[in-house]
């Protein structure tokens, strides 16, 4: 993966864009862990961010918590 940097005043910046993917919904659970991820648990939120691999983690994270709440 080859990353352009475009200079802002002092600072080089990456130029990073996201894929298009397909974005499942979330449900309240998945919103929780999202505020929690950017809240207490930054570098694994920046690191999952940047992987594209966000959404498939807080979607995971909705269907576990669907299924143990269905006994």
Known sequence: MELNYTKYGDYYLPNLILSEKDNKPLNKYGLLKLNYLKQ?????????LRKEKLNEYLFSVSNNALKNLNF
């Open 40 to 48: 207490y648990k930054n570098a694994l939120y920046q690191e999952l």
